[in-house]
């Protein structure tokens, strides 16, 4: 009796109720868009354009060609945009190279109101910067490179963008904080900020999000089971334990997915990007079991890189042939494709 009793303790501390949540489908999407995207039958894309390229000479310049012509196509092909807000410019940032470390409060706010403006009803969620539980990143527009507790924070940046896309585009889903998958402090102390800020008009931040996303983040040694015991480990725990607001709202892995190269085979891809996709249905070894889970984005569409990280981790290659993923999963699936819930085997 004594041992039922320390798992149900365990069980409730990890935010697993003894009254587990129904698991439910999840809607497939991808990072990058167009064509190949609707061929896949992906009816949600994860892109945008970076703030640099939306500003790029000053806060006076406005660019809004790309994202229209991305979001126009989406629309006009029945697909919904998940529009990623992140990678400021260098005249914002102090010149730093990797649009990282974000600008101004002010000038965040006016490009957030802009480009909300510019794209209503084409886009259906905005997820709020990238990774920012990463520092010192190299890749462009990845990381919040300043300590978390120094103002302006994440957090702040959050709820004033969140305001503004309700105000410009109500309806649109607000997504973040968009944690890395990394066992990190950082990654702690942005679930608890979000958790233990309060508006001077009485709202907590937890308010200001829609949805809960974060990444898988495993090398292609790991197994599906792996990495969805390794993303509760380091996300859905700590949502848990820090964020418990957010506990039951709906929850994105906006990227995952695995390479293709010598070790691992195109078939390897297909096999364990779908049999994480199920554990995130509730799955056989349960470990994502209980959690809102209902949309994930493979990482990536396509990438021409000469048989470099990108092309490895396409769904793609070049130019336009798919791999097994898109054609021995994906296209089965048909429209949209779906990862119906885990039926276990009697």
Not at 70 to 97: E, R
Not at 124 to 133: C, G, R, T
Not at 285 to 308: K, R
Not at 323 to 334: F, M
Request: proline share 5%; hydrophobic share 35%; with cysteine.
């Amino acid at each position: 009796m004594k041992s039922r009793i320390f798992a149900v303790a365990v069980t409730a501390l990890l935010g697993l109720s003894t009254a587990v949540r129904a698991d439910q489908a999840v809607t497939i999407g991808v990072n990058g868009d167009g064509q190949l995207s609707v061929d896949a039958n992906l009816s949600w894309i994860r892109t945008g354009v970076y703030w640099s390229g939306i500003q790029p000479t000053g806060p006076n310049d406005w660019q809004f060609d790309r994202a229209k012509e991305i979001t126009d196509f989406a629309y006009n092909h029945g697909q919904k945009v998940l529009f990623i807000l992140s990678g400021s410019p260098t005249w914002c940032n102090g010149g730093d190279a990797n649009g990282a470390k974000p600008c101004s409060l002010d000038l965040w706010k006016a490009f957030v109101d802009r480009t909300t403006t510019e794209l209503k009803g084409k886009v259906a969620a905005y997820e709020i910067w990238n990774e920012p539980d990463l520092i010192n990143n190299s890749t462009y527009g990845v990381g919040w490179d300043q300590a978390t507790y120094v103002y302006p924070r994440y957090v702040d940046y959050l709820i004033e963008a969140s305001k503004i896309i309700r105000a410009n585009d109500p309806g649109v889903l607000v997504v973040g904080p968009v944690v890395s998958g990394k066992r990190s402090n950082r990654t702690i102390e942005l679930f608890q900020q979000i958790e233990n800020t309060w508006t001077a008009d009485g709202h907590n931040a937890s308010e200001y999000l829609d949805v809960i996303s974060g990444h898988m983040l495993v090398d292609d040694q790991t197994h599906s089971s792996d990495a969805a015991l390794i993303y509760r480990s380091n996300v859905t725990n700590n949502i848990a334990f820090y964020n418990p607001r957010n506990r039951y709202k709906p929850m994105w892995i906006t990227e995952f997915g695995w390479h293709s190269n010598y070790s691992i085979s195109e078939d390897s891809q297909r096999v364990r990007s779908k049999n994480f996709l199920i554990e995130m249905t509730g799955g056989a070894e349960h470990w994502l079991q209980g959690w809102n889970f209902t949309n994930a984005f493979l990482y990536v569409l396509q990438v021409c890189d000469n048989g470099g990280d990108g092309s490895q981790r396409s769904i793609y290659r070049c130019p336009t042939y798919p791999k097994k993923i898109v054609t021995d999963y994906l296209i089965p699936l048909g429209w949209p494709a779906v990862q119906q819930p885990y039926q276990p085997t009697e």
